[in-house]
């Protein structure tokens, strides 16, 4: 295949995470384009490429664009990527609501192209281990589900950027920002649903830079599965210590497993008689699991090996081949569908049917 021309929206964080996974891939990353025609270039001098003009002339010039702008403008920059026919990466939250999302899943189906969204945690391999042990049946009957995501970057009432504004970050912020991974992982590793919820979202501080604050920077989660296990998701952004804090931790009638992102190389497996840690080294690896093990054990592997392993599957559909597990716009939108029933839910204090789309 001829080297792979991709396109960056966004010159934050995020576009340099995805700069890097890009060229980790094997990709010529030809542009970028920012908020501004200054970001633009500042963007542009930092990643060591071309500055674009606008979206619409980078996905012109490019066979990939990976969108990596504020959540509210992620809409019409996928209409724009996929109205050229290009291939799409777009970050979560996919939209700001499940109905536009699912209409951008749909649009994308029309067009043909790969379009992806970085759930980077299902490509831990100590996180796809995760998910072949529960889908071999190991765990027996789920019975609980335990999972929470934990940052402090929001503790202090001076921090925030555009996540905070409701236009540009959507209703929901800590939930959609980062309950969204955490969903997303809950429901790959268990390999079924989550049915029904109840949430309860909290503001740490009122007012943030003098202005008024209207989204969460916590919400707890009570979950009730398709199988009828029970769980709680725990997600914040004002947690004092904790900085990128992932964990999960499935129970059923045979056995149970935790996975810990902080601690990526290692899942623990509990049984009742004996509990075990096993590392990337042990014998009884799923093959995909093994797939994205691409150093040896005892050679740490993290966040960026996820995000890249994430981005080379992305490109390797586009090849034509199909490794298992990529996130797609319809796993983007199933977020979207679950951040709108916590906020449904948080609003009036009931429980909501996640496939019930709240209006
Ligand atoms: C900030 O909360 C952030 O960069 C998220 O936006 C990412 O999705 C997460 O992986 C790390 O934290």
């Known amino acids: 295949m001829n080297v792979l021309r991709t396109g960056i929206v966004g010159g934050g964080f995020m576009g ?146 555009w996540r905070v504004d409701p236009e540009s970050g959507g209703r929901s912020r800590a939930f959609g920002d980062i309950g969204s991974h955490l969903v997303d992982l809950v429901e790959f590793v268990a390999g079924e649903r989550v049915r029904r919820l109840s949430a309860k979202t909290a503001i740490a501080h009122p007012e943030r830079g003098g202005r008024e604050v209207f989204t969460e920077d916590a919400a707890a989660v009570i979950v009730e599965m398709d199988s009828g296990a029970v769980g709680t998701l725990t997600v914040s952004q004002v947690n004092a210590g904790r900085k990128n804090a992932l964990t999960l931790e499935l129970a059923g009638t045979e056995s149970s497993l935790a996975f810990d992102q902080e601690h990526p190389d290692e899942l623990w497996l509990g049984g009742a008689e004996s509990s075990r840690v096993i590392a990337r080294d042990a014998t009884e690896l799923s093959a995909d699991a093994q797939r994205l093990s691409t150093v040896p054990a005892g050679h740490p592997m993290g966040y960026l090996d996820a995000f890249a392993a994430f981005v080379r599957d992305t490109y390797a559909v586009i090849g034509g081949a199909s490794p298992e597990g990529l996130p797609d716009f319809t796993d983007g939108a199933r977020a979207n569908q679950i951040i709108d029933a916590v906020l449904a839910s948080a609003a009036d204090g009931t429980w909501i049917d996640v496939e019930r789309r709240p209006s």
């Open 16 to 161: 340099r995470t995805h700069t890097g996974a890009a060229r980790a891939a094997g990709a010529e990353v030809v542009g970028v384009v920012s908020s501004s025609p200054e970001r633009t270039a500042d963007a542009a001098a930092e990643l060591g490429v071309a500055a674009a003009d606008s979206v619409a002339a980078l996905a012109e010039t490019a066979d990939v664009v990976h969108i990596c702008s504020p959540n509210g403008l992620h809409a019409e920059h996928v209409r724009t990527v996929l109205e050229a026919g290009t291939h799409v990466v777009c970050e979560k939250p996919l939209a700001l609501d499940g109905a536009e999302a699912q209409e951008l899943a749909e649009l994308a189906q029309r067009a043909g192209v790969v379009a992806a969204v970085p759930f980077i945690y299902r490509f831990h391999p100590m996180a796809r281990q995760a998910h072949s042990y529960a889908a071999d049946g190991n765990l027996g009957r789920l019975l609980t589900v335990r999972g929470s995501y934990l940052q402090d970057w929001m503790l202090s009432p001076e921090a925030g950027n």
